[in-house]
């Protein structure tokens, strides 16, 4: 699934360099009401190779990791992150900038991944967290406005979707069923 999901990214952007960057128009512009329509297609365009390049192998790893829980509710948690991040930057964005790239994806499915296996009171999935927290946890640096052309609010919004996607698609276990399977 996310090999797709990444080769799509690929296409679209190869189209974007064939057409002069006609693509670009799909980022979003924020407050304004017809640019509401972009908080997902924005997700999944890049003002650039480089721009890819620096989101895929973050891309691919996590994604793979947060889709090893099943096909439906990666595309869940995934679909929340886009709406809480683009919608975050769609609100909070400097006037006159576009935002687009994976990387609000990237960040919520680092906060998805940190926190999931907390939620739903799995061992496996908090070892799991704390293997991207070592490898990842450096990127918690993107959430903070330091570098001028970052979305720092798509970083912070993503990362925000991330942690509720994890509570939105838990699959805890109740009281009365059955030992947690960190036991």
């Known amino acids: 699934m996310i090999?797709?999901?990444?080769?799509?990214?690929w296409v679209l952007e190869f189209f974007d360099q064939a057409t002069n960057n006609s693509l670009d128009t799909f980022g979003i512009v924020p407050r304004k009401q017809d640019e509401l329509v972009d908080v997902i297609p924005a997700a999944?365009?890049?003002?650039?190779?480089?721009?890819l390049i620096a989101n895929t192998l973050p891309l691919l790893v996590l994604g793979f990791l947060a889709a090893l829980r099943g096909t439906g509710r990666f595309l869940a948690v995934a679909l929340t992150i886009i709406l809480v991040s683009g919608l975050g930057v769609w609100i909070v964005a400097p006037d006159g900038s576009n935002t687009a790239g994976a990387s609000g994806l990237i960040f919520g499915l680092f906060g998805y991944l940190l926190v999931r296996g907390f939620v739903d009171k799995r061992i496996t999935d908090v070892a799991l967290g704390g293997v991207v927290a070592v490898f990842y946890g450096s990127i918690l640096w993107g959430v903070l406005p330091t570098e001028s052309g970052i979305s720092w609010q798509g970083h912070l919004f993503g990362l925000i979707g991330g942690?509720?996607?994890?509570?939105m698609t838990s699959t805890a276990r109740?009281?009365?069923?059955?030992?947690?399977?960190?036991h």
């Open 174 to 182: 109740t009281a009365g069923g059955g030992k947690p399977a960190w």
């Open 3 to 9: 090999l797709l999901w990444t080769a799509l990214l």
């Open 44 to 51: 999944f365009m890049h003002f650039g190779f480089g721009h």
């Open 163 to 167: 942690v509720m996607a994890a509570f």
